[in-house]
């Protein structure tokens, strides 16, 4: 962890989970793993944070979960994106992208 | 062969959901574990790397807590929308499964609407008149106080203006007291279609603000427009101004001429207003004070109703004790007047219900009666068509639906079922009631409207669902408790019934037998009633007789000039063709409302010093000819009686109690409050005449002469040789030659007007036959249906018993013992519901005993032929087992 990571911006995790479960099924650890990864430690996130964002993008039905047997073979909850959460990925994604690019060209005037 | 049930246990436990904390635990857990083993292999040692993961994770308590609340909503939001998703797919099965088996459903909505309906429309009735908010301002605060005789049967008597005049001055229990005059008067009104009669209430300008009633139109009565009698201020009820004025708002301040007086009509009650005297057409102003002048009139005469609002927190059982407190007063200061009276104190509804609570409550009982018969009959079909749904619900069970599940769905098909024969009953309810209105009206009280309202509505529906869910539980728990197992292996050894779904529809049609007998009962008992009260003698000849009445208006102010018409009338009657007999009368035969007390002469006073009662009626000679009245002793009233000594004739009845020796012919009586009013001497002795056709025994009677007490409103009775009402348009003339002004009205025969009369005991008798009738088909129709699944479940059995050699006749008795014990039974539960309804309808009877052994016996032989008649096809088709298609 480096001390120039970014504060996570509100929503940005919801983002990053749907988009870490398009390619298909995966458990908590590994959607904290992948985000990790995608981010190169640059976002410092609570995990905990993480799995009650999982939590409350399956009550709002956009995942799916079931437990299932994990590669290292341990019961596993196993989260996957529903058609409603795909939509919600993209319309999402757009978002974001919007958002991003309104910032950087306004941070970017000399 | 069934699994243990520790292995079926064990499945269930599999099957359950793990507790939401649990699972939420787990997760974290994994979490954990494989980001320790992950740091591990990094170069971590265990403890730094758990630690490491931990701090990663941040406050695992919170944020598992966290999780769970989400997790918990959530699934609190899936049972909810699952619960009415399958409340769905129940109804929508319900609806499907009804429609697959049309015949049954037809027969259970028909069977549905029948009972309901008939619990709809009595409740519309009872609502209508024992529930609806009276037509007055805090109705349940008004209150009825009568002069009750303690030596008389009448308790709900008139009080004298005196006693009215004390009680306004003592009593402490009411905001306001009024009084008015018990019965309408009639009065000549004359306007350009000619005379007319309209009936007036005489009341005190206080009756109004009593009963918290706002004038529609104008004003309403105030005390000085009694104050005087040169002030004729009148009001109208909303009826007459609407029939008499069409409803013409000038009509404030129009003068009219009533009795040949100009009288101003100062206002018009508000609609819907039912005023205390029962069908006035125009309200006069009354004053106490020239009564309470007189001495003999004063506290001698009672006439006078009287009505009052309670003060705020004071109840009627208060105001009872006041005023029987007051009641004792006064026949301490006035012995001889008041002694032998107390004042009897009723709420208004009460008073205005009177006699018609009884017979509603036994019939809104009887409709009930119905709708168990129907649940307890439907109840029974639902049954056996359980058992041969068994195989379809053990299906179900076996994929998976909960028993609780399979109970909710059987339970919608029920609902669904009893929701269509709520709409159908409604409907029935609606026409029914179209029809009570006709036969029910007269007997009820005035202000009752017969209509389904939304409360009715509301009730109905609820009834509705409560039956389907009475008449689906125990077929819905019993396939509950199928043994899926056993069922879906063996398919044809386990279609028999079970012997605890036997029982339950065994008890069930015994119920519905017992319920019927009850009814049936009942019904049987008041169409007895009502059939003896048609048939004992009244005492006269009501066939083929005219009668009417006329008004004799002021110019007939004296009684030389109202006998002179009478004569004179009945001689130009008389000489008409088809007319045999002519006579009047003051009052008709079982009409008669007027009461006089009396005093024989040196007979000791009654111990309690207050005056027998006798019905008092003045007629023509020839009223005992014209009637059919033998005369038993002594004469009757001839021309000798005109101006000579006053006379008597009396009824038999009364006779033989003053007179038991047999000497009343010569004796002499008072008649009247005054002790010193003139001896009359008694001269005649005739059969007696039932007043009350709803009494068997005849109250004393006294005739006086019109020679000598000639009514103003002589009621005509002419005996015809044909039909009676032809003769109204030649006696109409006759009338209008002697006077043209002088009105004829109330035309009718003298049947229909003693048979007008029982018309409020006529409506339980038919609606109670009726709902017998339905009972007996219902009851018929169960019977037979438990006889033809139990013949049926038993084919099998049957066939084995003809293989072995058993005859004919041994299975028609097998069958027959097993359904003759519930048949029995439910005879003995009827005997019970007999002696429950003979306590309720005891009042209702006449000339029958409440265990008449024929109404009893044809109840019962008419349930055991139905039932009988039930058995044929299912013995005869059991009796047919054959032992070679049964056993293959």
């Not at chain 2, 959901?17 to 320790?36: G, S």
């Not at chain 2, 005649?684 to 056709?693: C, E, I, L």
């Amino acid at each position: 962890m480096n001390d120039d990571s970014l504060d996570l911006l509100k929503g940005t995790l919801d983002v990053l989970v749907l988009k870490a479960l398009t390619w298909g099924p995966r458990h908590g650890y590994a959607v904290a793993r992948w985000i990790e990864d995608a981010t190169r430690g640059t976002l410092q996130i609570e995990e905990g944070a993480l799995y009650h964002a999982l939590h409350r993008l399956e009550k709002k039905r956009w995942v799916a979960s079931e437990w299932g047997v994990s590669e290292t073979n341990r019961r596993a909850k196993y989260y996957t994106l529903t058609a409603a959460g795909r939509q919600q990925y993209v319309a999402q994604t757009a978002t974001w992208a919007r958002y991003a690019e309104a910032v950087s060209s306004a941070l970017a005037m000399a | 062969m069934t699994l243990p049930t520790g292995i079926r246990r064990a499945f269930r436990l599999a099957l359950r959901r793990p507790r939401i904390d649990e699972e939420v635990d787990n997760e974290v857990e994994f979490h954990l574990a494989m980001r320790t083993a992950d740091l591990v292999e990094r170069g971590y040692t265990p403890e730094a790397a758990r630690a490491e993961a931990q701090r990663r994770f941040g406050d695992t308590k919170q944020w598992s807590m966290a999780m769970s609340e989400l997790d918990r909503e959530r699934a609190a939001y899936d049972r909810r929308t699952e619960w009415l998703g399958d409340l769905r797919q129940d109804l929508r099965y319900g609806v499907r499964s009804a429609i697959r088996a049309p015949l049954f459903s037809l027969l259970a909505v028909s069977t549905l609407a029948l009972g309901i309906g008939a619990n709809a429309a009595m409740f519309g009735v009872v609502k209508s008149v024992l529930l609806d908010a009276l037509p007055y301002r805090d109705p349940d605060r008004l209150v009825r106080m009568y002069g009750h005789f303690a030596a008389g049967s009448d308790n709900r008597g008139p009080l004298s203006a005196g006693t009215v005049n004390d009680i306004a001055q003592r009593q402490k229990s009411f905001t306001g007291v009024a009084s008015f005059s018990g019965l309408p008067q009639d009065a000549i009104y004359i306007d350009e279609g000619g005379p007319r009669v309209v009936k007036a209430a005489w009341v005190e300008p206080a009756l109004f603000t009593t009963l918290g009633v706002p004038a529609a139109l104008g004003r309403l009565l105030r005390d000085d427009d009694a104050a005087s009698d040169t002030v004729y201020s009148i009001v109208l009820p909303h009826t007459t101004w609407h029939r008499m004025f069409s409803g013409d708002t000038a009509v404030v301040g129009r003068r009219v001429h009533l009795n040949g007086l100009p009288r101003t009509i100062v206002g018009v009650l508000p609609k819907g207003f039912v005023g205390p005297v029962a069908g006035a057409d125009v309200y006069f102003p009354l004053s106490l004070r020239p009564a309470l002048r007189d001495p003999i009139r004063a506290r001698r005469s009672h006439w006078l109703s009287l009505v009052g609002r309670l003060k705020p927190g004071v109840t009627v059982d208060a105001a009872r004790g006041e005023m029987v407190a007051i009641a004792a007063d006064l026949a301490r200061e006035h012995p001889r007047d008041n002694g032998g009276i107390t004042i009897a104190t009723v709420a208004v509804r009460d008073a205005m219900v009177g006699d018609t609570r009884r017979p509603l409550v036994v019939l809104m009982a009887s409709a009930g009666l119905v709708l168990l018969i129907t649940c307890a009959n439907l109840a029974g079909a639902l049954l056996s068509r359980t058992v041969s749904r068994r195989k379809e619900f053990a299906v179900r069970v076996a994929l998976g639906a909960g028993r609780g599940r399979l109970v909710r769905q059987l339970l919608a098909e029920s609902t669904v079922l009893a929701l269509v024969g709520g709409v159908a009953g409604v409907l029935l309810a609606a026409l029914g009631l179209r029809a009570l209105r006709g036969l029910a009206l007269p007997s009820l009280p005035e202000y009752a409207q017969l209509s389904l309202d939304g409360a009715a509505l509301l009730v109905t529906a609820a009834t509705a669902v409560a039956t389907g869910l009475a008449f689906g539980l125990a077929p819905a728990l019993s396939a509950s408790r199928s043994n899926v197992q056993g069922t879906l292996r063996d398919e044809t050894r386990g279609a028999s019934e079970s012997l605890g779904s036997r029982r339950v529809r065994g008890f069930l049609v015994a119920g519905q037998i017992a319920l019927c007998v009850s009814l049936l009962a009942g019904a049987g008992l008041l169409a007895r009633s009502l059939w003896a009260m048609t048939t004992a003698p009244l005492g006269f000849n009501a066939e083929s007789a005219l009668t009417f009445a006329i008004q004799l208006g002021p110019s007939y102010g004296t009684a030389d000039s109202r006998l002179r018409f009478q004569e004179q009338f009945l001689e130009r009657a008389r000489a008409l063709p088809g007319v045999s007999a002519v006579a009047t009368t003051s009052e008709l035969p079982t009409q008669v409302m007027n009461r006089n007390g009396f005093t024989v002469e040196g007979a000791p006073l009654p111990a309690d010093d207050a005056q027998p009662f006798a019905l008092y009626v003045a007629v023509s000679d020839d009223y005992f000819r014209t009637l059919g009245i033998q005369l038993e002793d002594g004469r009757t009233f001839n021309a000798s009686d005109a101006g000579g000594p006053p006379v008597l004739v009396i009824g038999e009845a009364m006779a033989k109690r003053y007179w038991p020796k047999g000497n009343a012919v010569g004796s002499r009586l008072r008649v009247g409050p005054n002790p010193n009013a003139p001896l009359i001497t008694v001269v005649g002795v005739v059969a007696d005449v039932r007043n009350d056709p709803a009494r068997m025994d005849p109250e004393p009677i006294l005739y006086a002469s019109i020679r000598q007490n000639p009514w103003n409103s002589p009621v005509v009775v002419v005996r015809t040789l044909g039909d009676p009402l032809a003769m109204v348009k030649p006696l109409q003339r006759e009338l209008a030659a002697i006077d043209p002004t002088l009105p004829l009205y109330r035309p009718a025969t003298l049947r229909d007007v003693v048979g007008n009369g029982l018309a409020g005991r006529r409506l339980p008798v038919v609606l109670m036959t009726a709902f017998g009738a339905l009972a007996l088909l219902l009851a018929s129709v169960g019977v037979y249906a438990m006889f033809a699944s139990m013949a049926a479940a038993r084919e099998r059995e049957f066939g084995v018993r003809v293989a072995l050699g058993a005859g004919r006749g041994n299975i028609a008795g097998l069958v027959l013992r097993q359904g003759g014990m519930w048949l029995g039974l439910g005879l003995a539960g009827g005997a019970l519901g007999v002696v429950a309804v003979t306590r309720l309808i005891g009042d209702l009877l006449f000339g029958v005993g409440p265990f008449d052994p024929m109404t009893l016996g044809i109840t019962v032989s008419t349930l055991v032929a139905c039932a009988a008649l039930a058995l044929v096809v299912p013995i005869r088709r059991a009796t047919r087992a054959d032992p070679i298609t049964t056993l293959r």
